[in-house]
């Protein structure tokens, strides 16, 4: 099966920086890659999908970009409610697994 | 508006069953697929099972696999979650999630229902 890492696990960051996210996936998934968004309670939000599409209605500060088996989220500039948890998820095939995700807080 | 509403959950002994449910409203029930996703206390996301817009297509994660059935009822817009031989470690929020159509990313979530396995 696919297995997926994220890094870093936990960053620190303030509002305005520009924050990278990194998922790798074990093999090649194409294209199939989503971010999603959680805050604490929620249930999860669609950013990203096929690694660069953003979701209707999500800023356009998030982005994604791929090389390979590496995938990026990068929030250009990092706005209080972006403070939370990200996943990325493969959908290459079953099993669709989640990465370990990443969570964002304030420094 | 899309909307997707778990029930079922509860506290449920360990070997024991529990069927899990979802209604959904507001889009067109038997165009789209749909997964079931949990996330333990405290953990990140566990994708749990798919099943394809007609029912015809299934999988599983394999921590489920043999003890999980993931079904639909596409005449009342309901999906389920038939749960057999509980464990401890299934112990989370259940969440039923649409994917967006053409592939399967999730685009629309439910706000969970919670299963407990516990003695």
């Known amino acids: 099966d696919i297995q997926l890492t994220q890094s870093p696990s936990f960053l620190s960051a303030s509002v305005g920086d520009r924050v990278t996210i990194t998922c790798r996936a074990s093999q090649g998934i194409s294209s199939y890659l989503a971010w999603y968004q959680q805050k604490p309670g929620k249930a999860p939000k669609l950013l990203i999908y096929d690694g660069s599409t953003l979701q209707s209605g999500v800023p356009s500060r998030f982005s994604g970009s791929a090389s390979g088996t590496e995938f990026t989220l990068t929030i250009s500039s990092l706005q209080p409610e972006d403070f939370a948890t990200y996943y990325c998820q493969q959908l290459n095939g079953s099993p669709f697994i989640f990465g370990p995700g990443t969570k964002v807080d304030i420094k | 508006q899309v909307q997707l509403v778990e029930s079922g959950g509860g506290v449920v002994q360990p070997g024991g069953s529990l069927r899990l449910s979802c209604a959904a409203s507001?889009?067109?029930?038997?165009?789209?697929?749909i997964h079931w996703v949990r996330q333990a206390p405290g953990k990140g996301l566990e994708w749990v099972a798919f099943?394809?817009?007609?029912?015809?297509?299934?999988y599983y994660a394999d921590s489920v696999k043999g003890r999980f059935t993931i079904s639909r009822d596409n005449s009342k817009n309901m999906l389920y979650l038939q749960m057999n031989s509980l464990r401890a470690e299934d112990t989370a929020m259940y969440y039923c999630?649409?994917?967006?159509?053409?592939?399967?990313?999730?685009?629309?979530w439910g706000q969970g229902t919670l299963v407990t396995v516990s003695s």
């Open positions: 999630a649409k994917i967006s159509g053409g592939w399967y990313y999730i685009d629309y």
């Open positions: 099943i394809r817009y007609d029912g015809s297509l299934k």
């Open positions: 507001g889009f067109k029930f038997n165009n789209y697929g």
